[in-house]
């Protein structure tokens, strides 16, 4: 049969809104200067590996190494696989590369950023192509290095991102050995309730019972609140790490809820796992998910190397976004009328020089041939929430003319320090929050 070749694939999508496309380039930008601050380095992997690499590493019990990996076979009759996630494709290239010991200059914090596969039923939130960006911690095994992963997401999310209501939620898993007990555990306890799973938890429950914890059926959740939590029956030293995090996290004012349910999915982690949520996003409501991971790169390597990280789900934090856009009242656009005869160049000369000093804040320049009453006209489509307007009165005394769209308020001829001082309420948003009344972005128009 013939397909529609007009018609993408099922599960993928094309980005042409143009809010999604600022946020995007924004998100990048973030995530970038963050990353420097950190002093973590960037990796850029491929996207195809050995389908064995993960296979191995991720655990064939899994969702993703059971059925969710784009594998085919290549010309030369090897399986490779489109990547389903960034750590192990990390992990290869760092043992590949040799990056991971302290020798000279070598860095051992990286992060990644770009698409992953996954063949997964497509719904809110999930699809088969979407972009993860990642940080990972190698040769770290200290309380604080699982503290400071943390504090980056939190400062990703609550101070960069203003998503001031995602909720993280942290359990720890331990060793493999409390892993093991307690699936016995959650074994036992199944016994009685063995008519309520399908067969596919019944199949989870044979292999990997911890993962039924995180399941989304809300008749399981329930009868598995019954449950003793898992932090409670932890070796000693697993346990003692977990308070002394909480406890971290506690003296450093980060809020989180201690969760039996948060197990992650792969295979390869322990001890401390965490994931952030948001309330928005209904089922699949993970923003982000990461924890400890000690023994992978061994799996993978041969060589003893513990590691922490988290992976970011990009589309999902947009999704987050674009709701908080929705809401919001305030934006960082300020629109320059030019309207000038004389010296028009010096507007556009402190127009740069406002750019400079502000950051954060749009200055969009209306086409300053047409007369001030257009000039207005373009302005409004834009829908900012100040005017700046330079004429040759401006120009001669050195001062300046704002309008604040929000209270109608005129400011005329005030001077430079007074205005530093009313953009300087307006540098705080790193991503332009466009208003919702109007359905344009800085002259674009938003579908
Ligand atoms: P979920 O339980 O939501 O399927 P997961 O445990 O499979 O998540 P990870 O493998 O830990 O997720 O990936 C980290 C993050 O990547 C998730 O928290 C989520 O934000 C995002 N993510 C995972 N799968 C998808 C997908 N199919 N589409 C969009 N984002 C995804
Ligand atoms: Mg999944």
Request: aromatic share 10%; hydrophobic share 35%; charged share 30%.
């Amino acid at each position: 049969m013939t397909k529609d070749t007009t018609k993408i694939i099922r599960g993928f999508k094309d980005i042409y809104n143009d809010l999604e496309i600022k946020l995007l380039v924004d998100f990048e930008t973030i995530i970038s200067n963050i990353s420097k601050q950190y002093g973590i380095n960037e990796l850029r992997p491929p996207i195809l590996e050995r389908t064995e690499l993960f296979e191995r590493s991720i655990g064939t019990d899994t969702e993703i190494g059971n059925k969710e990996m784009y594998s085919f076979e290549d010309k030369n009759s090897e399986s490779i696989s489109l990547r389903p996630e960034g750590t192990v494709t990390c992990v290869r290239c760092v043992i590949e590369n040799n990056l991971i010991y302290d020798r000279g200059i070598k860095r051992k914090k990286y992060w990644y950023y770009g698409p992953m596969f996954r063949r997964e039923r497509p719904q809110k939130g999930r699809f088969r192509q979407f972009n993860q960006f990642g940080i990972e911690y190698f040769g770290f095994d200290d309380i604080n290095s699982d503290l400071e992963v943390i504090m980056f997401g939190n400062r990703l999310f609550k101070k960069e991102l203003g998503i001031k209501d995602a909720k993280l939620h942290i359990n720890s898993i331990g060793n493999a050995e409390d892993r093991k007990k307690y699936g016995d555990t959650i074994k036992s306890f199944l016994k009685k309730h063995t008519k309520i799973l399908t067969e596919d938890q019944k199949k989870t429950l044979n292999r990997n019972p911890i993962r039924l914890l995180d399941t989304k059926s809300e008749t399981l959740r329930e009868i598995l609140y019954e449950l003793p939590n898992l932090i409670d029956m932890l070796s000693i030293k697993s346990r003692k790490r977990v308070e002394d995090l909480l406890e971290k996290l506690n003296q450093s004012n980060i809020e989180y809820i201690l969760d039996n349910s948060i197990v992650r999915g792969l295979d390869y982690y322990n001890d401390t796992v965490f994931e952030w949520k948001h309330k928005s996003l209904g089922s699949q409501d993970a923003i982000c998910a990461g924890g400890r991971y000690d023994s992978l790169v061994n799996k993978i390597g041969k060589i003893d190397v513990p590691a922490v990280g988290f992976a970011v789900g990009v589309e999902r934090v947009l999704l987050v976004l674009r709701e908080s856009y929705k809401n919001a009242k305030e934006n960082n656009i300020v629109v320059i009328i030019n309207y000038a005869k004389k010296d028009s160049v010096k507007c556009l000369m402190k127009t740069e020089k406002l750019r400079d000093q502000f950051n954060k804040i749009v200055f969009y320049s209306t086409n300053s041939s047409s007369t001030l009453d257009k000039q207005y006209k373009q302005a409004e489509k834009i829908n900012p929430n100040y005017i700046l307007y330079f004429g040759d009165e401006e120009v001669r005394s050195d001062k300046y003319t704002i309008k604040i769209l929000k209270d109608g308020i005129k400011h005329e001829q005030i001077s430079e320090s007074e205005l530093i001082e009313i953009l300087k309420r307006i540098n705080k948003w790193a991503i332009n929050i466009p208003k919702k009344k109007k359905n344009f972005y800085l002259g674009l128009r938003i579908i």
